[in-house]
């Protein structure tokens, strides 16, 4: 019998240490290094995964890149076009995705309706958050059609792979991944060598026969994956369910992917009967008004390859407490202390006195910089109180030196606009070259500084 071994793991990212160390040599960060039993039992390479027949026979020889085929991988086309837009098109065979979110804010419920909607595939579900009986309450609840959807309470991971060979699923789902268990591991679930070991298991499983599955991760206070960093860097894809508690919508992101581009976005609205998918979300991220108030700028911003309109709030008041105070929600602090710098220097206002305001509509996140443009003329509409005409979007990003500059893929940014109905558009002079301004109806204004927008929206 060996003897017992330990090893020291930083909860934060996952780095591992013979010692505990006060500040983690990886992530920076403090206190985070907890003791961790990390003895295997034996050390067979294959653990808990072994498929009888598949291509895991299949022995590895290089080959010349020439030889080697490609084929479009079959990807299976979910009903819910918002998953399939931040897969990339898609569920990939073998592939793994994480799902991230704060507990509560609905990824269960999504998993478990993504179940049920795939009609024509065994699902399994495999949950060691709830009983059967909650899930099927859950399950009434949701409007998705039933399909072969089987529901499995368990958190070792050796009898869900032996459960696996049973059903023979053609989607795996665990909900969650921080309450597996591995034999193999002796520390607690949850912890950060259990959570990287039911990972790698699973991964195998997935690899080898071609099953799908998905992982639903849960995240700490500081926005990180509860656990490891590592978790992120194992998987194929990595979708983060965000949005407020208190609010209705729901934002599916990708934040890395293997099979597709990142930064795509899937937005859900949550009712009583499950998510709704909505496939036009500036309709709902800007506010309706009929009257136009200072403070409110439209930017044209682009999520993944999706156009979206996003309404940005902003509120100048003279400061009353010495420090003037800069809230921002949604958006970058950094890059608003900046913009505010810009606007002081190079445009003359007085913002160093004020107390400053930002806030991004819907709750959403926003790191677009042609947002920069609509925050600048936000900030200045209300600082000077006066409206901007509803009907006007903004899609341009702001220099050090005031001017504004050219954004990527500014055509789709203006036909957004335009097909929502808004009648003006100011973008950056230099994004002017090669595009064709016959084929819109919008009017754009073309600018190269902040002071020419201002001057012709302000007077
Ligand atoms: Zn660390």
Not at 39 to 66: C, D, F, L, M
Not at 84 to 93: A, D, K, S
Not at 120 to 139: C, D, H, N, W
Request: glycine residues 10%.
């Amino acid at each position: 019998m060996a003897k017992i071994k330990t090893s020291y793991f930083c909860q934060s990212c996952g780095a591992q240490s013979a010692k505990w160390i006060g500040k983690c040599p990886a992530c920076g960060e403090w206190n985070t290094y907890v003791e961790e039993v990390v003895q295997r039992e034996e050390v067979t390479p294959t653990t808990a995964w072994k498929v009888g027949s598949s291509t895991a026979q299949v022995s590895n020889k290089p080959k010349p890149i020439a030889d080697i085929s490609f084929q479009e991988q079959q990807r299976v086309v979910t009903q819910d076009q918002e998953l399939n837009r931040v897969l990339g098109g898609g569920i990939v065979p073998g592939s793994m995705v994480l799902i991230g979110g704060e507990p509560g804010i609905g990824k269960s419920t999504l998993m478990l309706q993504i179940a049920l909607s795939l009609r024509g595939m065994k699902v399994l579900y495999v949950s060691g958050e709830e009983s059967e009986q909650q899930i099927k309450m859950r399950a009434e609840r949701l409007t998705a059609q039933t399909s072969d959807c089987f529901i499995l309470t368990e958190t070792g991971t050796q009898n869900i792979f032996k459960q696996i060979e049973m059903v023979r699923p053609q989607v795996l789902i665990i909900d969650s991944i921080q309450t597996l268990h591995s034999s193999f591991i002796e520390s607690g679930a949850g912890s950060v060598s259990q959570v990287r070991e039911c990972t790698a298991e699973l991964l195998k499983f997935a690899k080898e026969s071609g099953t799908p599955v998905f992982l639903i991760g849960h995240i700490t206070k500081e926005g990180n994956l509860a656990g490891p960093k590592i978790l992120e860097h194992m998987v194929d894809t990595v979708l983060q369910f965000e949005g407020d508690r208190h609010m209705t919508y729901r934002i599916l992101r990708t934040t890395k992917n293997r099979f597709g581009s990142t930064s795509e976005l899937g937005i859900y609205e949550m009712l009583g009967t499950g998510l709704r998918e909505v496939s036009n979300p500036s309709e709902i991220l800007i506010s309706q008004r009929e009257d136009a108030f200072s403070g409110i700028a439209i930017g044209a911003t682009l999520e993944g390859n999706r156009p979206l309109l996003i309404e940005v709030q902003s509120l100048v008041t003279p400061a009353t407490y010495g420090t003037p105070q800069r809230t921002s929600t949604g958006y970058d602090a950094k890059r608003l202390n900046m913009l505010l710098a810009v606007l002081e220097k190079r445009g003359g206002y007085r913002l160093g006195a004020q107390d400053v305001f930002l806030n991004i509509a819907g709750g959403l996140k926003v790191e677009d910089p042609a947002l920069d443009l609509a925050v600048c003329a936000s900030i200045l509409s209300s600082f000077e109180d006066m409206a901007i005409p509803s009907t006007a979007a903004f899609a341009a990003e702001v220099g050090l030196g005031g001017e504004v500059r050219a954004v990527n893929r500014v055509e789709n940014r203006i036909s957004e606009a335009e097909k929502l109905g808004f009648t003006d558009i100011y973008i950056s002079k230099y994004n002017k070259k090669g595009l064709d301004f016959s084929k819109f109806s919008i009017n754009i204004h073309a600018f190269g500084r902040l002071e020419e927008v201002f001057s012709n929206l302000f007077g």
